[in-house]
């Protein structure tokens, strides 16, 4: 577990780093959008290394994440929907389970919005529900609204914490580290836990 906490600190300070690039903003959107729909890790530790390097754009590096996102999710939609033959085999092989895949399935075709909610709001991997929403072809405008609510919700609460804390917010997050990233490994379990329960 240790090791594994100090791979995440590593790519985290390399990420503070790299957040003070030029094009950083670029990469930030670009980042968005692909990991609603195909990448595989969470853009929150650059959203976080770009708001710390300057905490008055916040709640624009908030926007551009949640737009964008917005925009990956209904990629990740229209992946299920026109490109699924042909991704599966890799998709089964490589990110997620068939099993596990026909579970978010059915919780798709029964409850639309709040399984997307929770996926996007939460630390599980949006594009698994994003995909899965179009190959189940999910109504689009309960995907949307959950995808607009819940990623506005998760980046807009860590833009505004850094925009009023600043400084402070990041001495805490790497001052409790490790605590912070058992925190959030308990939250996941947690929200697969209550995804069972609600749907």
């Known amino acids: 577990m240790s090791r594994i906490i100090g791979l995440i600190r590593a790519l985290y300070e390399w990420t503070l780093l790299w957040a ?7 990469a930030l959107s670009i980042l968005s959008f692909l990991e609603a729909s195909i990448f595989p890790l969470p853009v929150d530790p650059l959203l976080l290394a770009m708001g710390f390097a300057r905490p008055k754009k916040s709640f624009y590096y908030a926007f551009l994440t949640t737009f964008f996102s917005v925009l990956g999710a209904l990629g990740g939609y229209y ?10 085999p890799h998709f ?17 075709q029964n409850a639309t919005f709040i399984s997307i909610f929770i996926a996007g709001f939460s630390p599980v991997p949006f594009k698994i529900f994003t995909i899965a929403a179009g190959v ?21 609460i860590l833009g505004g914490l850094i925009y009023f804390m600043g400084e402070r917010a990041q001495k805490w997050v790497e001052s409790h580290f490790e605590a912070m990233t058992i925190g959030v490994s308990v939250v996941l379990v947690l929200t697969l836990v209550l995804m069972k329960l609600l749907l």
């Open 79 to 88: 992946i299920g929907v026109y490109a699924w033959q042909l991704v599966s």
């Open 20 to 26: 003070k690039h030029p094009h950083s903003a670029k």
């Open 136 to 156: 189940v072809m999910a109504p689009l405008g309960p995907f949307m609204v959950a995808s607009i609510l819940a990623r506005g919700l998760r980046y807009f």
């Open 92 to 108: 089964f092989t490589y990110v997620f389970s068939q099993a596990s895949f026909e579970k978010v399935v059915i919780h798709l």
